[in-house]
């Protein structure tokens, strides 16, 4: 027995088979490419991080910290090998909203309430994982999302202004912002003005001529450097200030369990974001290149990388479909990029923290003003616009409750309009009335009353599950179609080939309506019933009283007994 026991301690650890999919097998013949996309990821990603920080509302260290150890941790327990996971303007934006009515930015006690929120993002992020509800992100639609993210880009945008004018103050309200900026426009330092213009410059011009090289990165280093050659300080320009060096301390914030419930809608709408945007990021990379790709996993990685924030003194970390894509152009294939990225980000706190503290402050609000316009697709609306009008006007609702009410807000609008989208379709599905055309071949014309498939005929489609909401419709236009029909209908065939479901409401509805048409001697006949719903029409007793005998597989079974009159 000892000797077995000891036998056991000699073995080494082997970690489960879903860790290190992100990183494992290794492709050597792209370790190269790998190196460059994390160091170009480095060079674009640290002013990033730096700039959400002023979104976020804590300390310019805190976005550093995001680029660690969070990192590591997807790298290790993700699915992903493309997937970059660090800060993020949309959760940024969500946690500064949700924090700013409990307690100032300027209190040390703000930043541990924003510690608890990426542990308590992690928990939930895990109970998703465990009760496999990923696919709640689905009910996020493309629509309302590039609506939340366009007002967030506009409300991230605004809150730049003052900061672009080296302004304090001006709230956190957009129209308040605006009219600070508007107000101090004539009392600010031309040097900021200067700053704040050739930093959007740079950035603007290197997007549309280098898109490839980080222009925001030289315009960090071409400040500093100025910033330290010219004392900006000096002429009234503010700089970031004392920046820590050395890497994150280790521990759990220090908060009270009270004060648990008072974050916890903060970290719900971060998480539903979270799941939205790192999904659809993670499953359209692994689609480009055939990679394996487990949404499950990546949740666990997701979680992981949010409670390694909340323990390192920092905030919400999130799958960043921009630094995905700019480790990806780079050549990067692999979570051997963003360990790289992790090693440039570990000698710049090392070694370079004392640099940043010469940055000036209105350098950050240009670049987190271009992350602002980034995030406004215009494009993405425009094409909304054009193809459905009327998601546009959802998109559009969405936009305007995050600028003028709040991200959060906009977050449970993003949802609830989504659902609404959802149930609107499924109310109003589409329906047809099936014909032979001159080829014998079937074809769909409207559902329309005194519209038949042929003397004594109607074949009727209805494309959608049958639930409560719909349910009244299909009766009343099956009805309808009955009513009107000239000659007098003999049978109705439900083409049912699209119905996947039945809820309790449209069961008796369907029952109302066998009953109806019973007293107007028309058959009901169905055609093409998927088998586990047929099972439910037996649990619901329908077989029985429609008559087994007038269920068919197929439609041209139903048509020879029809024409054959054997029912």
Known sequence: MKNSIEKIGRQPFKPPSRWFQGILPLNR??????????????????????????????????????????????????????????????????????????????????LALAQLVAILVAGLLLLARLFRLGFLADFLSRTVLIGFLT???????????????????????????????????????????????????????????????????????????????????????????????????WGLPAVTLAEIPQVVGIALSCCIVIIAQSAATARAYAFRYSDNFNANIDLEGLAAANLAAGLTGTFVVNGS?????????????????????????????????????????????????????????????????KTHREEFYLAIVTAVTVVFIGVKEGIIAAVMLSLILHVRHSYRPYSAIIIP?????????????????????????????????NATFFSEQVLSLVKNANPPVKWLILEARSISGIDYSAALTIRDVVNELSMQHVALIISGLPPEVRRQFDRDELTDLIGANRFFNHLEEALAVFRSGSV
């Open 29 to 110: 013949a792209n370790i190269g490419n790998d190196l460059i996309g994390g160091i170009v990821l480095a060079a674009i990603g640290i002013p990033e991080v730096m700039g959400y920080t002023k979104i976020s509302g804590t300390p310019i260290a805190t976005g550093l910290y995001t680029l660690l150890l969070p990192a590591i941790v997807f790298a290790i327990f993700g699915s992903s090998r493309h997937l970059v996971v660090a800060a993020d303007s949309a959760t940024a934006a969500i946690l500064a909203a949700g924090l700013l009515g409990l307690v100032p930015p300027e209190d040390p006690h703000y």
């Open 151 to 249: 007002g967030v880009g506009i409300q991230v945008a605004i809150g730049q202004l003052p900061g672009l004018l080296d302004l304090q103050g001006g709230g956190h309200q957009p129209v308040r912002q605006i009219l600070t900026a508007i107000a101090g426009l004539p009392h600010a330092n031309p040097l900021a003005i200067g700053i704040s213009i050739a930093v959007l410059m740079t950035i603007q011009l290197f997007d549309r001529f280098i898109p490839k090289f980080p222009g925001a990165l030289l315009a960090v280093l071409v400040a500093i450097f100025a910033s330290w050659q010219f004392d900006f300080a000096s002429y009234g320009i503010s700089v970031v200030g004392n920046v820590p060096g050395g890497l994150p301390s």
């Open 321 to 385: 479909p921009t630094k995905t894509e700019i480790v990806d152009t780079a050549g990067g294939r692999s979570q051997v990029a963003q360990l790289s990225t992790v090693a440039v980000v570990l000698i710049v706190i090392l070694f370079l923290a004392k640099p940043i503290s010469y940055l000036p402050n209105p350098v950050l609000a240009a670049i987190v003003f271009s992350i602002g316009l980034r995030l406004i697709d215009i494009q993405g609306l425009r094409s909304i616009f």
């Open 437 to 469: 055309d001159e080829n014998r071949m079937w074809q769909a014309i409207p559902a329309r009353p005194g519209n038949s498939s042929e003397s004594g005929l109607i074949i009727y489609r209805f494309s959608r599950d049958l639930f409560y909401a």
